[in-house]
């Protein structure tokens, strides 16, 4: 039971970001750094309108109600707040741990902002009434689970069956996109791109277990921050979803087994962080040892796991080219006459922002063209990206002189992995602030 004063977890079972926060949480709680716990609380349409809307100006899930009534909305927001209040056992490697540092950021980012497409495709296209598999059922009956609570079971569904038709048009996605199915065409995700997309996610998961073949977590035999922000895509929309959920188990294995593990629950054969494994002394006592590999701790030495480099070759190769382009776009929008200093800009990454639909779709200004496996789409530019980049970019600056050049030479293993040491000047033209759910423009830093 959560102690006096605890943190309350607002979120969905089902939603993307909800299990990244959650199993950071549970792994902070069981591991002793959360001394008085956390409620999961289920984030039902009354609490959304009259609870964390007027908290923190958003809708989205999760958001983290803290012990002395601070209100924090977004992920990465909700892991620092916690890291600063509660530091051990840490997620973060830190300044004297540069090379997993960085790894753990870009890891993160990654899965949080790439894999998104992958986990919005698999959820969605399975959904579709006729197409075979389809989990569309399933996925009714846990979207009326917050939206119709105190109904029973098929009436839940129906509301939910309702809600896709009206916000999503789920019954003509490809004459009528809307939700969702507009949300994937303006992240780049349409007819010309979908099979690359689909490529990327493979690639991705093919690097992962021969990663979690060796090692049970990012960077050894404890949790990170990377772990964490890969639960997003892969718990709710890749694991518990019914179809890709099914596919995972069947071709990934040891990434379904990373998933209990990480998540912390139902992971008994899965050796999760906190439970040990047994052997027999010669008087048949019990003798314990750290369930997970590398001795149930972080590489040494700032080793970052050779297994996990690929994965972060896919950063390079297919997310940093869109980052570095989307910089450059937004800092060009925000210096031109359409845009006022200091006015709001365009938020979160799911769907064009309301408001700002015709900058972001279509040949908008905050468009950009972009490739992936060969392919050419064009998707929307959202300020989200520099702002989480900003957070890259502090890290970055953390590091001493031994820690960069350590940083350096891993980055020049990489396709134009140099550049991201130029990050904090590269973002100069479009400096981001934060006020609960909402994104806005600062004057832009000189990078003389």
Same mark, same amino acid.
């Given at each position: ?21 959650? =199993? ?17 609380? /289920? ?40 890291? =600063? ?16 540092? /960085? ?13 998104? +497409? ?48 009206? !916000? ?33 996610? /493979? ?33 709710? *929309?890749?694991?518990?979803?019914? +179809? ?6 069947? *071709? ?48 040494? !030495? ?26 450059? $776009? ?21 769907? !064009? ?47 001493? $002189? ?15 992995? /140099? ?30």
């Amino acid at each position: 039971m959560p102690g006096p004063g605890h943190y309350r977890h607002y979120s969905w079972e089902h939603s993307y970001f909800s299990g990244k926060t959650r =199993s950071y949480l549970r792994y902070k709680q069981r591991m002793g750094g959360l001394e008085t716990g956390f409620e999961d609380v /289920l984030a039902t349409q009354d609490l959304i309108m009259g609870l964390l809307i007027p908290r923190s100006g958003s809708n989205t899930v999760p958001q983290l109600e803290a012990p002395d009534g601070t209100w924090i909305q977004d992920t990465a927001e909700i892991i620092d707040f916690c890291e =600063s209040a509660h530091p051990s056992p840490p997620v973060l490697p830190g300044p004297s741990r540069p090379r997993q540092d /960085l790894a753990s950021y870009l890891v993160e980012l990654l899965a949080d902002e790439w894999m998104v +497409v992958h986990g919005f495709w698999e959820r969605w296209h399975f959904s579709l009434e006729g197409d075979w598999p389809c989990h569309l059922r399933f996925n009714e009956q846990q979207w009326g689970a917050i939206l119709n609570p105190n109904a029973d079971g098929e009436a839940r569904r129906a509301s939910a069956g309702q809600f896709f038709e009206l !916000a999503f048009g789920i019954s003509q996605p490809h004459t009528d996109p809307r939700g969702v199915y507009a949300g994937l065409l303006q992240l780049g995700c349409d007819a010309n791109t979908e099979s690359a997309w689909e490529a990327s996610s /493979l690639r991705i998961l093919k690097r992962l277990e021969e990663h979690f073949s060796v090692h049970d977590f990012t960077l050894g035999g404890l949790p990170a921050l990377g772990d964490f922000g890969l639960m997003a895509p892969l718990y709710a *929309h890749l694991f518990r979803d019914a +179809v890709p959920g099914g596919a995972l188990a069947l *071709h990934f294995p040891l990434v379904t087994e990373w998933v209990e593990r990480t998540n912390g629950n139902n992971a008994l054969n899965a050796r999760t962080y906190d439970q040990k494994l047994y052997s027999l002394d010669e008087n048949s006592k019990l003798v314990p040892r750290p369930a997970t590999s590398d001795g149930g701790a972080w590489l040494d !030495a700032d080793k970052v796991p050779a297994t996990l480099l690929p994965l972060l070759a896919i950063f390079f190769e297919e997310m940093w080219p869109v980052l570095r382009d989307s910089i450059r $776009t937004l800092s060009a929008y925000i210096a031109s006459d359409a845009h006022v200093a200091g006015a709001e800009l365009p938020g979160k990454t799911f769907t !064009a922002s309301p408001g700002f639909e015709h900058l972001q779709t279509g040949e908008g200004a905050l468009t950009q063209d972009f490739q992936i496996g060969g392919s050419s789409g064009r998707r929307m530019v959202t300020a989200y990206h520099a702002w989480r980049l900003q957070r890259v970019a502090r890290a970055l600056n953390s590091y001493d $002189t031994q820690g960069r050049e350590a940083v350096a030479d891993m980055l020049s293993t990489f396709p134009d992995g /140099l550049e991201l040491l130029e990050l904090d000047g590269m973002l100069g033209g479009c400096p981001i602030r934060k006020e609960g759910g909402q994104l806005f423009s600062q004057a832009p830093r000189s990078t003389t």
